[in-house]
């Protein structure tokens, strides 16, 4: 069964109102596209919104694929981008 719970950032389906998405912005086209959702949940964490999963909205759970393989470079991105900014492990 699924609990509704919050989490600091998530690599999901987003669900959100409008005027949320104009408060946070676009998504940041610097990072590959496999760290694009972590990283716009991230912010959201950071800037006091809620990540939430919810029982009411669960309809399956979708990795975020991307057409370009990682490579080192993509993850220096998005670390550095975060470094400083969150506890040691952030997807705790």
Request: charged share 25%.
């Amino acid at each position: 069964e699924i609990e509704e719970k919050e989490y600091p950032l998530m690599d999901f389906l987003i669900f959100t109102g409008r005027e949320t998405l104009q408060e946070l912005g676009k998504f940041d086209d610097r990072l590959h596209d496999s760290y694009s959702i972590l990283d716009y949940t991230l912010n959201a964490h950071m800037k006091g919104c809620k990540n939430l999963i919810s029982p009411s909205l669960y309809t399956g759970l979708l990795a975020n694929y991307s057409f370009s393989p990682l490579d080192h470079k993509a993850h220096l991105q998005f670390y550095t981008k975060w470094r400083g900014l969150v506890n040691h492990s952030p997807f705790a």
